[in-house]
Structure formats: structure tokens, C-alpha cells
């Protein structure tokens, strides 16, 4: 199973982006997916994590500016950013709980590769 994330870049503080993140491989289905984020000599932290029904719980700090969403058919989930701080600039990390292919019932947790994300002031 792989995750690749796609969509970072340089924008404006105040500008937009939009993350993309999609898995691939042996897949049942998938649980939770998420973002995470990180900084240089940081831990990486939370930003939203999206359960199969869409219900969705945001870190602090990026309530009411970004919007996850997901698409069960296409494996993937999304990261809709608005209103970007210079303090939204990190590598964003996609997070996905995979039920494996197979029928074992066994759900592995796999990391996408992180797309940077710079905003300046």
C-alpha cells in the first residue's frame, strides 16, 4: 500500500491551496485517514482527521480555514486550505488506517510521502 500526496507550494499569506492525498495497493477499504504536519525540529502535530463517514475533527488552529474531505470510491482524501498563516508553512503529511486486502481483517496504518507547503508574509 502506498499514499501519495500531492498539491503543496508556495502562496501568499492569506492565499489558498489544496492538498490531495490517494492510496493505492492491496485495499479493503479505509478506516480513518488524516493530516498531519511537521517543522523543522518539531513534532509533527495533528490537523484533521476524517473517519469513513466524512465526520471530521481539526486541530485549533485550523478551524474554520481548512476543510477535509474524502472520496471512499477514489481512495482519497483531501485538505481544502484557506486563509493561510505563515505559520501553516510545514511538510504536510497524509495518514490513512488501511484494512488490508485478503480478508484478514488487519488494518495497517501507512504514511504518504508529505508535500511542503511554504507561506509567505
Known amino acids: 500500500v502506498q499514499l501519495q500526496a500531492s498539491g503543496g507550494g508556495l502562496v501568499q499569506s492569506g492565499g489558498s491551496l489544496r492538498l490531495s492525498c490517494t492510496a493505492s495497493?492491496?485495499?479493503?477499504?479505509?478506516?480513518?485517514m488524516a493530516w498531519y504536519r511537521q517543522t523543522p525540529g518539531q513534532e509533527r502535530e495533528l490537523v484533521a482527521v476524517i473517519d469513513r463517514g466524512s465526520n471530521v475533527n481539526y486541530a485549533e488552529s485550523v478551524k474554520g480555514r481548512f476543510t477535509a474531505s474524502r472520496d471512499n470510491a477514489k481512495k482519497t482524501v483531501y485538505l481544502q486550505m484557506n486563509r493561510l498563516k505563515p505559520e501553516d508553512t510545514a511538510v504536510y503529511y497524509c495518514?490513512?488506517?488501511?484494512?488490508?486486502?485478503?480478508?484478514?481483517?488487519?488494518?495497517?496504518?501507512?504514511w504518504g510521502q508529505g508535500t511542503l507547503v511554504t507561506v509567505s508574509s
Open positions: 495518514k490513512a488506517w488501511v484494512v488490508v486486502g485478503g480478508g484478514s481483517g488487519v488494518v495497517n496504518i501507512y
Open positions: 495497493g492491496s485495499i479493503f477499504t479505509i478506516n480513518n
